[in-house]
Structures are given as structure tokens and as C-alpha cells.
């Protein structure tokens, strides 16, 4: 069963302090791994695709680096407006189209 | 370009009754998901339709059903409801090729009293 795991849960920082977020997973054979920000009564809005290990993909503040087993969100000095929850998920080989299985996310706060 | 319009946007239904729910994709968008989000599940995939045939099909009982039209409109029902139905339904609009990338509509919060 493909599973995706992501830490920490909520991750509290201060602006300008940089840190990154997690994501684990283990599936049958990876097609992509994406990263999407959620904010409060929204829904997820599209950030990054990585294909495969070695690849980086970077916007603004946010660099998504990928690994045969893990995805890391680097966020490099954040503003209070990078407070969102961050969600990770994976589309695998044995599915064609668009399915894609989730990690729980995680909630960042960045406070000024 | 307007979003993915999802309607209606809060509903409060009672147990056993059912529901259906409308999702209107970005024009030209051909495959349309739909996503079950709890607090204690996260974002859980319901199905996938793409040019009126349902192409993915997540681990939902089958009082979850959902169907697309010829205009890529798509719509979800949920019969005999449970408490546990209770969630934010996200639906979520594709283009051309399975690239992964969707872009979701706000939402239809759904309690069941």
C-alpha cells in the first residue's frame, strides 16, 4: 500500500528563521511527487512536480529537493504570509490519470 | 480563466438522507477528482473521471458514487449518509495528460447532524 508520511505535524517559526518540512514515502514505483500549500478554508493550490531523485525545483522561498525515499520543502527566510499547511502527495505507476495519495500536511506559522 | 466552482458550499444534512454535489471544472479541463478532507483522515481520494468514464476509484463504500457529464461538469452522491460523512469534499480539475498538477475548488462542507 503506496503511504506517504509527513513531519512535523505543525511547525511554529519566527520570520526570517529558516527551516524544512518532510516528507516520507514509500510506494510501488513513483511517477511524481508534488507538493501543494492549503490556506484555511481554501482549497490545496499546486506548488511543485519532482520526478526523480536529484531534483529541485525552486519558487520565492520554497525549494522541494526529492530523494529515492524522502521530499524535503526548504523554506529560506519566511514572512508571516508563507503560514499555510503544506501538503505532499505521490501519483504511482499503477495508476493511470490524475490519483494521488496524500500525507497528512504540515502546519506552518511564521509569526512576524 | 474562472477556477473550479463547487456547489453548494455548506450543507447540513441528518443521517440516512443523501446529497449530491456539483463540481464545474476549468473550461477545457477534462478529468475531474474528487477528495474526501477530515481532521483525522487528511485528503483521501473518492474517483476520478475523465471524459465521462470513471478512470480511478479510491477505497469509498459504494453509497459514495459519482458521475461526469458531456460538458466535463461533474457531481457526487452520497446516500444513506453516516455521521462520519462529515468533511470538506474537494473537487479537482485537470488538463490535458495525467501531470499530477490539480487545481481544486474551495470545497462543499458537509455536516451531518
Known amino acids: 500500500e503506496d503511504q506517504v508520511t509527513q513531519s512535523p505535524e505543525a511547525l511554529r517559526l519566527q520570520e526570517g528563521e529558516s527551516s524544512s518540512l518532510n516528507c516520507s514515502y514509500t510506494v510501488s514505483g513513483l511517477r511524481g511527487l508534488f507538493w501543494y500549500r492549503q490556506d484555511p478554508g481554501k482549497g490545496p493550490e499546486f506548488l511543485f512536480t519532482?520526478?526523480?531523485a536529484g531534483e529541485e525545483k525552486e519558487k520565492e522561498r520554497l525549494k522541494a529537493t526529492l530523494t529515492k525515499k524522502e521530499s524535503f520543502l526548504h523554506i529560506t527566510a519566511p514572512k508571516p504570509e508563507d503560514s499555510a499547511t503544506y501538503l505532499c502527495a505521490v501519483q504511482v505507476n499503477d495508476h493511470a490519470g490524475n490519483m494521488l495519495t496524500f500525507g497528512g500536511g504540515t502546519r506552518l506559522m511564521v509569526k512576524p | 480563466k474562472a477556477g473550479v466552482t463547487q456547489t453548494p458550499r455548506y450543507l447540513i444534512k441528518t443521517r440516512g438522507q443523501q446529497v449530491t454535489l456539483s463540481c464545474s471544472p476549468i473550461s477545457g479541463h477534462r478529468s475531474v477528482s474528487w477528495y474526501q478532507q477530515t481532521p483525522g483522515q487528511g485528503l483521501q481520494f473518492l474517483f476520478e473521471y475523465f471524459s465521462e468514464t470513471q478512470r480511478n476509484k479510491g477505497n469509498f463504500p459504494g453509497r459514495f458514487s459519482g458521475r461526469q457529464f458531456s460538458n466535463s461538469r461533474s457531481e457526487m452522491n452520497v446516500s444513506t449518509l453516516e455521521l462520519g460523512d462529515s468533511a470538506l469534499y474537494l473537487c479537482a480539475s485537470s488538463g490535458q495528460g495525467s501531470t499530477g498538477e490539480l487545481f481544486f475548488g474551495e470545497g462543499s462542507r458537509l455536516t451531518v447532524l
Open positions: 519532482l520526478y526523480s
